[in-house]
Each structure stands twice: as C-alpha cells, then as structure tokens.
C-alpha cells in the first residue's frame, strides 16, 4: 500500500460554513498551541502518554474540541517538538527557538472526524462538528483523474484556507505491487542536482532539466523575504515560504512527470535512483551554497517519482551515491581530480570528457544494472549467467557517446 496526498477545493461555502471553518480552525491552533506551551513548562517532553496525560481533558473542555480534534492536536505538537529536539541535536544548526503555531496552520481533521459521500459524478466532504447527529457538509471539486480513486480516501487529513478558499488535503491508500524487474531490462540512471535539477540517461535518451531558474527564483524570494523581515513584516514573510514551497512541489510535479513518461515510453524500462540520506549533512560549504542545500527538495522530488513509477507499473531500484560524481563512467577510475569544476568531467586516466550531470547519471544506470543482478544471482541464477540483454547494456552504457 502507498498513500497519495489530493488538495481539493472547497466549492463556494456559506457564510456559515465559513464562520465555522475559521472557529475549529482557531481553536484547533490554541490546542496545539496549549500543548506545547505545556511541554515547555515540563521539561519540554516530547512523550506522547505525558502530552496526553496532562493536556488531553484540559484541551478538550477549555477549547470545546471534539475526541478526534484534540487527538490530532496532540499528535501535531509532539511532532513539532519531535523536529525541535531534531535540530537541537543537529551538528550544522546553531540556533533553534522552540515552536510556535500561527493562527492560520491547517486544521486537523482525524479519521474519525469526516466521512465522504458520493453521487454520480459529484463528492462532498461530511466534517463532525462534535454534536451527535449534526454535521457539516462541504461539496468538493474533484477533477476527473481523481474520481476513480476517491473512495480510497482513508487516514488523518486536513481543512486549511487559502486566500479567502477553503481546502481539504486528503490522503488515497492506493494498492500498489512492486514491479519486478524483468530479464530484458533498460535502465535508466537519475542524477539529482542543483545546477541541474534532474539528468536522466538511458538506452536513447538523454534529458536534462536545468536548475538555473529555480535558483533565480528561490534567491528572490529570499531576497524578498530579508526586506520584509527588515521592515518587520513577518506575515509577509510567512506568506511568502508558503508561495515558495507551493511552487516547488508544483516543479517537482512537472519533472517526476515527465521524467516517468519518458522511461514508460520503453519496454521494461527501470528508474535507478540515489540514496541521498543525510546528505545535508555531509556537504558543507559556504553560506551561499548551505542556503543552496537546504532548499534543494530532493527528497520531495524522489518520492513524487517513485509514486508515480509504481503507478506506471516501473520498477525503481536504489543505489549507493558514493563516486558517482568523481567516477569515469568510461573507464571506472574515480578521483576528486576528475571534477575540475562543477559543470565539466574529465578523466586524469583516460582523458574522457563529458558533461559531469550526464556522467553521474551513467554511473548511476550502471549501478542500477550491477545491483539488479546481484539480487538475481541471490535466488534465480548465479552471478555468470546475468541476462544477454543487461550485459549489451551495460557494455553500451560504458561506451563513450556521439553526443553531450
């Protein structure tokens, strides 16, 4: 099983579903907001039996919140104290202040606290006002891609407004088999960068998606976001992180889209991504590219690609980065000193040239290869007898290309 989140919008609510929308919504933040005032003033505890010890009857009665409401309220502030402890233990995170929550965060809306309905071609949202047999009723727009898989909409969700539009983000518990990677498989490296965003190389295809822009328009942003918090605007500025990060998913949508249609366009095609974790963490530099680092989205990115795969019926196969940059997809010989820059690549031993994206993401459909028939020889054959076809590719992909 794996879970989808969908953002639907809320069609033209009355009045009085608005007025009661932004009441939860407040009180469902002061909740969360009690919470955490609470765990400050014991030891800062992040121990969800003293959380709810100490605040569930007390959140309940004095915000007049509903069983579920107060369960996610709970749940949502020890998750913020959880990353506070997180970037307290942090090596690279110098100064930490301890949560808060503003007036407009989403509201929680637990399992138990909605249910959705459905006639012909239209769904609306049944949302527990805590009152026995009284509800709220919100119809959804729903585009057509999301009508088949509506029903599957299962698990804690969320009520958040938007200017001046309600919103409801719900997950879809989407059964999914692993694809399994078959004997005539082409696989297709995926490099994940900042200069470029993604380079994806296969059997007759080379993309690049370049990051130049995006790092235009993030640096506006914080070029932005520094001159209202000079002028003391912070709700500026926590407006604008909110337009940031909406617009990086909707990036990130883009690629792993037509990333994954590209490797769907070639029979028993395989995405063979990084294993990026912790990499924050191991590459620190100046200011500027810290800030660079922090931003990259990378883990949005893979996940949006690896959902998307299974959807496709692709199998996705994880590899480990190290020499994938310093490493001559040509000859194999790895050093730092094969990266005179960060654009170019050339071998001190063979003297191979090439841009330094496109031969990571070589090195990475190589990787992909090795490890597939590692786990082949495990339990179908042994290690000499890997597949005629993966052997032709992987002596294809060590071949110097025509073009760059």
């Not at 505890?45 to 369960?71: M, N, W």
């Not at 990677?181 to 190389?201: M, R």
């Not at 690629?255 to 990026?276: D, F, M, Q, R, Y």
Request: glycine share 6%; hydrophobic share 35%.
């Amino acid at each position: 099983m794996s879970t989808e989140c969908v953002v639907l919008k809320i069609v033209a609510p009355t009045k009085r579903k608005r007025r009661f929308l932004a009441m939860m919504q407040e009180q469902y933040a002061q909740a969360v907001q009690y919470v955490i005032d609470f765990s400050c003033q014991n030891g800062k505890t992040s121990s969800i039996v003293k959380l709810h010890a100490g605040c569930y009857y007390a959140i309940r009665e004095q915000f007049d919140l509903p069983s579920d409401y107060a369960r996610m309220a709970l749940r949502q502030a020890q998750g913020m104290i959880h990353s506070y402890w997180g970037a307290v233990k942090s090596k690279h995170i110098k100064k930490v202040s301890w949560p808060s929550l503003n007036d407009n965060a989403p509201l929680g809306l637990g399992i138990h606290a909605y249910r959705l309905f459905h006639n012909s071609d239209r769904w609306a949202l049944r949302v527990s006002t805590g009152k026995r047999g009284t509800y709220v009723w919100l119809p959804l727009c729903v585009p057509q891609k999301y009508q088949d898989t509506m029903s599957l909409a299962y698990g804690d969700a969320q009520l958040y407004e938007r200017d001046g539009k309600w919103y409801a983000k719900l997950p879809l518990r989407l059964s999914t088999d692993t694809p399994l990677v078959s004997d005539d498989a082409q696989f297709f490296g995926v490099d994940l960068g900042i200069a470029k965003a993604a380079t994806l190389v296969g059997p007759g295809v080379v993309k690049f998606w370049s990051g130049k822009a995006l790092q235009d328009r993030r640096r506006r942003f914080q070029t932005y976001r520094s001159r209202m918090q000079r002028k003391g605007r912070l709700d500026k500025v926590r407006a604008s992180k909110g337009k940031e990060r909406r617009w990086q998913r909707d990036v990130n949508h883009q690629i792993s889209h037509e990333l994954v249609n590209i490797v769907a366009g070639t029979p028993g095609g395989v995405i063979v991504l990084e294993k990026l974790d912790g990499i924050r963490s191991r590459t620190r530099g100046s200011k500027r590219f810290n800030r660079m680092m922090g931003n990259w989205a990378f883990r949005q990115l893979d996940d949006m690609i690896v959902y998307k795969a299974k959807r496709a019926g692709i199998p996705v196969v994880w590899v480990d980065p190290r020499n994938t940059s310093k490493m001559c997809s040509r000859c194999g010989h790895a050093t730092r000193a094969n990266r005179p820059d960060q654009a170019h690549f050339r071998c001190v031993s063979c003297g191979f040239q090439v841009n330094s994206d496109y031969n990571a993401a070589r090195n990475i459909s190589r990787k992909g290869l090795y490890v597939s028939c590692d786990a082949l020889s495990d339990t179908a054959r042994a290690s000499s007898e890997v597949p005629d076809a993966r052997l032709r590719q992987g002596h294809l992909m060590t071949a110097q290309p025509s073009t760059c």
